[in-house]
């Protein structure tokens, strides 16, 4: 069964410096696709950036990078140049490939404080 | 361009009761699948629906069921509510559901409250 873990339940970065969210999954299909999503406190999702499983190069959106080791099986996440508009939940999820590829499932989150 | 729109926006039902949540997608989306967050938790796999045929189910129990329309709307029953109902039910739509990146879009929520 396909499984996410993020083990940081809550995490502080100052404001300008750099925080890595961490994600692991668990997949036994080749080809899967992992993605981010930022949750305000406004409750509505947004979506920050997307990995494909055959992806060679690890996926990049603006101050968002997905830091991809596929051998180790996580899709950290990588926000630079935090700014305070970043506090919020964000949760990594993923799509596997084939006749599971309809069903998108989501970690439990980690919470994001930006200090100012 | 509309994006996924979800009413009612807030309910409150009692215990036994019935509730009705509806999702539009954005236009040209042929998926929807549908996703209920406990408070401070992430969100779960409920339903998905494509080309208006259910093609993933969470394990939720038969109390839960779905329906999507011709114009890709859909509709999500809950019966004999229960206080662990209460949550935010998000619906989200997306291209054909399988494919790629099919990001998923979502609406803003309905929050249910159990009393």
């Known amino acids: 069964a396909q499984k996410i873990t993020q083990t940081q339940p809550g995490m502080f970065v100052q404001e300008k410096e750099a925080v890595t969210l961490d994600c692991t999954y668990d997949?036994?299909?080749?080809?899967?696709?992992l993605f981010w999503y930022k949750q305000p406190s406004s409750g509505e999702m947004i979506f920050l950036i997307y990995?494909?499983?055959?992806?060679?190069q690890n996926a990049t959106e603006g101050r968002y990078s997905l830091n991809f080791q596929k051998a180790r099986k996580s899709a950290n996440l990588v926000i630079s140049a935090s700014q305070l508009g970043d506090s919020a939940m964000y949760f990594c999820?993923?799509?596997?490939?084939?006749?599971?590829?309809?069903?998108?499932?989501f970690g439990a989150g980690t919470r994001l404080f930006v200090k100012a | 361009d509309t994006g996924v729109t979800q009413s009612p926006t807030h309910l409150i039902k009692t215990r036994g009761q019935q509730v009705t949540l509806r999702c539009s997608p954005i236009?040209?989306?042929?998926?929807v699948s549908w996703y209920q967050q406990v408070l401070g938790q992430g969100p779960q796999f409920i339903f998905q629906?494509?080309?208006?045929?259910?093609?993933g189910r969470g394990n939720f129990p038969d109390r839960f069921s779905a329906r999507q329309f011709p114009n890709y709307s859909s509709e999500l029953n809950v019966n004999a509510l229960l206080l662990g109902d209460s949550a935010l039910y998000l619906c989200?739509?997306?291209?054909?559901?399988?494919?790629?990146?099919?990001?998923?879009?979502f609406g803003a929520g309905s929050r249910l409250t159990v009393l």
């Open positions: 989200a739509s997306s291209p054909d559901g399988h494919s790629g990146a099919n990001v998923l879009t």
């Open positions: 999820a993923m799509r596997e490939g084939g006749t599971g590829g309809f069903k998108t499932i």
């Open positions: 629906y494509y080309e208006k045929e259910e093609r």
């Open positions: 990995q494909g499983s055959y992806d060679q």
């Open positions: 997949t036994s299909d080749p080809s899967y696709g």
């Open positions: 236009s040209g989306h042929k998926s």
